[in-house]
């Protein structure tokens, strides 16, 4: 008899994957500055910390807000007390307004259609419980976030049927991978629910054309019972062009006189773009009433605290707060992300040309010393452990070619990217000098061989001319 459930001890949570690994060695060695300079640093996190300084100036300048006042009385009872899981109405207009302006204001948002969620994984996880049953698929673009294997499928039971992009093409969905992706799911007797996108995407901080959203919401066209999703949670890190599409402005562009705006759904969350993920405040953005009604009902086992609601509707009610914020985070994600390919560079490494995020798509594939995911690994853990940089390796992301890394660039100081480049090179250095020198002594062991086997046989021949 099981003392537990099967959820309980199952092992599909995904927790031994290389990505959590990774935070694992970091936690057990964690660099800092004065008390231990040669900790591993930490680049496998997608925390955006350069923009506290504006949001703690505007705590500063607001302390009612932050002290739960109004009009210099205290609030605190009123939000202490049971709130209704639909959330704060002056939350969630602005938290709406907020999103269109992201969106260069192409497109609007009712509030009334709106769930809050704690954070996009709590908003992935209700999509998924809303709209596939056990055993029922979604497909997902390679190489994706980690985090997919464990939100999207863990708990609900969905799974997940890889759309294999490549470097080719940058990594671009494809309409000939789009379809081998929904053949491979019917050859597994899978149902599929939908398509599931990062947009701007994680890994690869890139923004999706206007071509692949349309290719996208095609496919669900044809498919009568599909849906989309459209996890938008980088809109507001997209610091240079091209710029940031939503899905929402492509069904603006149609006019949805396909009808199908009922069944494309977003994903947003305050903790990129603002970066405040310890907040936890996530939402849903559908047009479909059902979907609305049923994720609001599940929305009770992840609710976003009132305080935190009556914080945040200020903040972002303040639209000269929010118009200068929009600016310079991207200006300061801009020139992050340069810095951090400028040091790759120097490292003789290159990476995906990138337009958002909080991170890049390093290729390191001439540092393999094969075309395998076992090399990969390999050189991950010397990374990792002889480096002492925590970065995510491709096939974590799964990624169908072997070599590729995501680096992070916004949770750390300027001067610990620096020393993150510095190890980078240094290691990339050593690495080079060491294969040259076993090539050199491959050569030479070679060339001895050579020698050694032309004298041997010049004897053998003067021995046989002997006999």
């Not at 294997?149 to 294999?164: C, F, H, M, S």
């Not at 994903?267 to 953005?285: E, T």
Request: aromatic content about 10%; proline content about 3%; charged content about 25%.
């Amino acid at each position: 008899m099981r003392l537990l459930s099967t959820k309980a001890t199952c092992n599909s949570h995904g927790q031994d994957s290389s990505y959590f690994l990774g935070w694992q060695e970091y936690e057990k060695n964690p660099y800092d500055e004065i008390h231990n300079p040669k900790g591993i640093i930490q680049m496998g996190l997608a925390e955006n910390q350069l923009s506290f300084d504006l949001l703690e100036s505007w705590l500063a300048k607001n302390p009612d807000v932050a002290g739960f006042k109004r009009d210099g009385k205290s609030i605190f009872r009123e939000l202490a007390l049971f709130q209704d899981y639909h959330g704060l109405p002056s939350f969630k207009k602005a938290l709406v307004d907020f999103m269109a302006e992201i969106r260069g204001n192409k497109v609007t948002f009712d509030p009334d259609h709106i769930v809050l969620t704690a954070g996009a994984t709590s908003a992935n996880e209700t999509l998924m419980f809303c709209l596939a049953d056990q055993g029922e698929a979604f497909l997902l673009p390679t190489p994706y976030y980690p985090g997919f294997d464990r939100d999207l499928k863990w708990r609900t039971g969905a799974e997940i049927v890889p759309i294999q992009c490549t470097s080719s093409n940058n990594f671009q969905i494809t309409e000939t991978a789009l379809k081998q992706a929904y053949e491979e799911a019917r050859k597994r007797n899978l149902r599929v629910k939908g398509v599931l996108v990062t947009n701007p995407s994680n890994p690869l901080g890139t923004t999706m054309s206007r071509s692949e959203l349309n290719l996208l919401v095609d496919f669900i066209k044809e498919k009568t019972d599909m849906h989309l999703i459209s996890d938008e949670i980088y809109s507001g890190t997209v610091f240079s062009s091209p710029g940031f599409v939503s899905v929402m402005e492509i069904l603006k562009e149609r006019n949805d006189t396909d009808g199908i705006g009922n069944r494309v759904h977003v994903v947003y969350s305050l903790s990129k773009d603002l970066g405040l993920p310890g907040f936890r405040v996530g939402a849903i953005y559908s047009e479909n009433d059902t979907v609305v009604a049923a994720a609001t009902k599940m929305s009770s086992f992840g609710l976003v605290s009132s305080q935190t609601q009556y914080l945040l509707s200020a903040m972002l009610g303040d639209k000269k707060f929010t118009r200068n914020y929009i600016v310079e985070n991207q200006k300061r994600l801009k020139r992050r992300q340069r810095m951090m390919v400028s040091g790759l560079q120097k490292a003789g490494i290159s990476c995906l040309e990138s337009n958002a995020g909080l991170f890049c798509w390093v290729d390191m594939r001439h540092l393999l010393h094969s075309n395998t995911f076992e090399a990969e690994m390999e050189l991950w853990k010397k990374i990792v452990y002889q480096v002492g940089l925590n970065i995510s390796p491709g096939s974590s992301c799964h990624c169908t070619e072997p070599g590729w890394f995501r680096v992070c660039f916004a949770n750390m100081s300027e001067e610990t990217l620096t020393l993150a480049m510095k190890r980078l090179k240094n290691f990339v250095v050593e690495s080079t000098c060491t294969q040259r020198s076993a090539l050199f002594n491959g050569t030479s062991k070679r060339k001895s061989l050579t020698k050694w086997v032309f004298r041997l046989s010049s004897r053998d021949h003067r021995e046989q001319e002997e006999r």
